[in-house]
Protein backbone atom coordinates (compact mmCIF):
# COMPACT_ATOMS: atom_id res chain seq x y z
CA UNK A 1 0.00 0.00 0.00
CA UNK A 2 1.71 3.47 -1.11
CA UNK A 3 0.04 6.76 -0.11
CA UNK A 4 0.86 9.81 -2.23
CA UNK A 5 0.55 13.38 -0.97
CA UNK A 6 0.05 16.41 -2.45
CA UNK A 7 0.90 19.97 -1.22
CA UNK A 8 1.91 23.23 -3.28
CA UNK A 9 -1.13 24.31 -5.38
CA UNK A 10 -2.56 27.77 -4.39
CA UNK A 11 -3.91 30.85 -6.44
CA UNK A 12 -1.28 33.00 -7.94
CA UNK A 13 -1.17 35.68 -10.51
CA UNK A 14 0.32 35.23 -14.39
CA UNK A 15 4.14 35.00 -14.55
CA UNK A 16 4.22 34.21 -10.93
CA UNK A 17 5.35 30.58 -9.39
CA UNK A 18 4.56 27.33 -7.51
CA UNK A 19 5.88 24.51 -6.16
CA UNK A 20 4.39 21.17 -5.89
CA UNK A 21 5.25 18.82 -3.98
CA UNK A 22 4.35 14.74 -3.34
CA UNK A 23 5.84 12.09 -0.64
CA UNK A 24 5.06 9.06 -1.38
CA UNK A 25 4.87 6.77 1.97
CA UNK A 26 4.45 2.88 2.65
CA UNK A 27 7.29 0.01 2.63
CA UNK A 28 8.29 0.62 -0.75
CA UNK A 29 10.24 -1.91 -2.32
CA UNK A 30 11.11 0.67 -5.88
CA UNK A 31 9.57 3.62 -7.73
CA UNK A 32 9.90 3.23 -11.31
CA UNK A 33 8.40 6.40 -12.48
CA UNK A 34 7.19 9.31 -10.78
CA UNK A 35 5.02 12.03 -12.94
CA UNK A 36 2.64 15.02 -12.85
CA UNK A 37 -0.65 15.04 -14.12
CA UNK A 38 -3.09 17.82 -14.86
CA UNK A 39 -6.51 17.56 -15.25
CA UNK A 40 -8.18 21.53 -17.47
CA UNK A 41 -11.53 21.99 -17.93
CA UNK A 42 -13.12 20.38 -20.93
CA UNK A 43 -9.77 18.61 -21.71
CA UNK A 44 -8.61 15.06 -21.04
CA UNK A 45 -5.79 14.60 -18.36
CA UNK A 46 -2.58 14.89 -19.50
CA UNK A 47 1.25 14.64 -18.58
CA UNK A 48 2.80 17.70 -17.56
CA UNK A 49 6.52 16.10 -16.70
CA UNK A 50 8.01 12.57 -15.61
CA UNK A 51 11.19 11.54 -14.05
CA UNK A 52 12.73 8.02 -13.95
CA UNK A 53 15.17 5.94 -13.68
CA UNK A 54 18.41 7.88 -14.06
CA UNK A 55 16.56 11.32 -13.67
CA UNK A 56 15.40 10.88 -16.66
CA UNK A 57 13.24 13.30 -17.53
CA UNK A 58 10.11 14.77 -20.21
CA UNK A 59 8.07 17.18 -20.30
CA UNK A 60 5.15 18.26 -22.31
CA UNK A 61 5.83 20.77 -24.89
CA UNK A 62 3.17 22.97 -22.84
CA UNK A 63 5.59 23.85 -20.24
CA UNK A 64 8.82 23.03 -21.60
CA UNK A 65 11.57 25.42 -20.46
CA UNK A 66 8.91 26.76 -17.42
CA UNK A 67 8.55 23.74 -15.51
CA UNK A 68 11.17 21.83 -14.01
CA UNK A 69 10.70 18.04 -12.20
CA UNK A 70 13.02 16.61 -9.84
CA UNK A 71 13.14 13.65 -7.30
CA UNK A 72 14.48 13.00 -4.03
CA UNK A 73 14.96 8.93 -3.57
CA UNK A 74 15.90 9.08 -0.32
CA UNK A 75 12.54 10.96 0.61
CA UNK A 76 10.22 9.15 -1.89
CA UNK A 77 9.47 13.03 -3.16
CA UNK A 78 8.87 14.43 -6.99
CA UNK A 79 8.81 18.17 -6.67
CA UNK A 80 7.38 20.18 -9.55
CA UNK A 81 9.02 23.80 -9.74
CA UNK A 82 6.19 25.92 -11.91
CA UNK A 83 7.66 29.50 -13.04
CA UNK A 84 6.25 31.80 -15.44
CA UNK A 85 3.07 30.69 -14.91
CA UNK A 86 -0.52 31.07 -17.48
CA UNK A 87 -4.00 31.38 -17.16
CA UNK A 88 -3.72 28.05 -19.24
CA UNK A 89 -1.90 26.05 -16.81
CA UNK A 90 -5.07 26.16 -14.24
CA UNK A 91 -6.38 22.92 -13.62
CA UNK A 92 -5.87 20.34 -10.94
CA UNK A 93 -2.83 18.45 -10.71
CA UNK A 94 -2.28 14.92 -10.12
CA UNK A 95 0.66 12.91 -8.83
CA UNK A 96 1.38 9.74 -9.70
CA UNK A 97 3.65 6.81 -9.17
CA UNK A 98 4.34 3.25 -10.54
CA UNK A 99 5.91 1.42 -7.32
CA UNK A 100 6.33 -2.05 -6.04
CA UNK A 101 5.86 -3.14 -2.65
CA UNK A 102 7.40 -6.32 -1.46
CA UNK A 103 6.89 -9.13 -4.14
CA UNK A 104 3.67 -7.60 -5.83
CA UNK A 105 3.91 -6.37 -9.46
CA UNK A 106 3.93 -2.95 -9.65
CA UNK A 107 0.95 -0.96 -9.45
CA UNK A 108 -0.11 2.75 -10.30
CA UNK A 109 -0.53 5.18 -7.26
CA UNK A 110 -2.18 8.60 -7.98
CA UNK A 111 -2.88 11.30 -5.40
CA UNK A 112 -5.96 13.42 -4.46
CA UNK A 113 -4.74 16.07 -6.61
CA UNK A 114 -4.28 19.85 -5.96
CA UNK A 115 -5.53 23.14 -7.41
CA UNK A 116 -3.40 25.29 -9.45
CA UNK A 117 -5.18 28.32 -10.21
CA UNK A 118 -3.48 31.26 -12.55
CA UNK A 119 -5.36 35.24 -12.57
CA UNK A 120 -4.72 37.22 -15.49
Known amino acids: QVQLVESGGGLVQAGGSLRLSCAAS????????MSWHRQVLGKQRELVASIATGDNTGYANSVKGRFTISRDNAKNTVYLQMNSLKPEDTGVYYC??????????????WGQGTQVTVSS
Open 26 to 33: GVITSIAV
Open 96 to 109: YVNAKVGWAPPRDY
